[in-house]
């Protein structure tokens, strides 16, 4: 019987974070075959490895298959008619968990909330006989439990409560159909401030904890796994980038920097807010609008930002970017990729390319 929190890799991939998490005696969490490699190559024992994601290819699903890695969350009946089939090719049993949609509103952004009926995530409640019954016939499969994940970015603990219920009416389901689950899997989820970033560094787990160990049936001898991304790593890393140029539009000031949404789409994508700093201004206060060089429109940071003067060249830092940024960045308008240094690094060598 164990409690344990599997890292999920998706937010951050660098190899230095991911040593360090492992360091810790994180397992990982993988939503791609690659990830799996990677959590592989970065010191993470395959026992110490999860696979989930609505659409894993079979190459993906026989390479998980072959590491023996800890077990696979499948998200779909079809999925697992295709495990099945695919670990009767390889002369093995997969072990696998159910990713239950249980229907929790995470209360967050209609963007990253996956817990509600019609998302494409996870297997529907009304499907659970359907389940069963596959289970019963199928001989590659062993059962190993139950997967949840309802969102992202969940600043409101009940969620986590009204989860941990839910879960225990799930699990009597299995249980009464003759399948007890060893393993409980509660998915991540867990936000962080984006707006007090400094004051507020880390997210408050001793709660988030609370309230599964404080209203989950847990069987005896069973297994809980958390998969937390976000608040691992979200508040750990910066976007840092120079001013370009500044314009009038209006009464509107654009501070234009140098970096944008192929760097860091999450402004853009969900409307995300960030606190920005600039770290070179000391003059008056005014308001701009940050902007990013790429040629659409929604490539802003933020609006009405109150900052000290800014002029070109200023270093301007885009924080609470660690998690669920340079993962996203594409290479759209062929612009240059964001280098990555870490604060160790400073000690010894800082790459002239940062220099700026
Ligand atoms: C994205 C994801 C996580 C991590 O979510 P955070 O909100 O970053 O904690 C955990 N589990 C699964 C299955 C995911 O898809």
Known sequence: MKAKSNYALKANVNGPVLKMIRNYGLGADCVSGNEIREAIANGFPADD????????????????LKQNI???????????????????????????????????DGQTKPEITTGIKINKFGINMDEI???????????????????FHIGSQITDLEVFVEL???????????????????????????????????????PDYKNYFRAFLDNLNRLPGQ????????????????????????????????????????NFIRPALY???????????????????????????????SKNVLLPEIKRGDL????????????????????EPAHSVYSHDFAREIPKKVML
């Open 49 to 64: 490895i999860v696979f989930a994601g609505v659409g894993k290819t079979d190459d993906e699903i026989r390479y998980a």
């Open 70 to 104: 800890n077990c696979i969350n499948v998200e779909s009946l079809h999925e697992l008619k295709v495990i099945d089939v695919l670990a009767r090719g390889l002369g093995i049993r997969a072990q696998v968990a159910f990713r239950i949609n249980p229907h929790v």
């Open 129 to 147: 006989p359907l389940v069963t019954g596959l289970l019963s016939r199928l001989s590659n499969i062993t059962f190993k439990g139950l997967h």
């Open 164 to 202: 941990a219920q839910k879960v225990n009416h799930i699990q009597q389901i299995f249980v009464e159909a003759g399948f007890t689950p060893s393993l409980l899997n509660l998915g991540g989820g867990l936000g962080i401030d984006y707006l007090n970033p400094v004051g507020n560094p880390v």
């Open 223 to 262: 297994d809980l796994y958390f998969e937390p991304g976000r608040a691992v790593v979200g508040q750990c890393g910066s976007l840092i980038s120079s001013v370009l140029f500044l314009k009038n539009s209006g009464s509107v000031k654009y501070a234009i920097l140098d970096a944008g949404m192929n």
């Open 271 to 301: 409307n995300a807010h960030h606190k920005i700093q600039n770290l070179t201004g000391i003059g008056k206060m005014h308001k701009y609008h940050i902007a990013g060089p790429v040629c659409e429109s929604s490539d802003i940071f």
């Open 316 to 335: 301007i830092v885009i924080r609470s970017a660690g998690a669920y940024g340079e993962v996203m960045a594409s290479g759209y308008n062929l612009r």
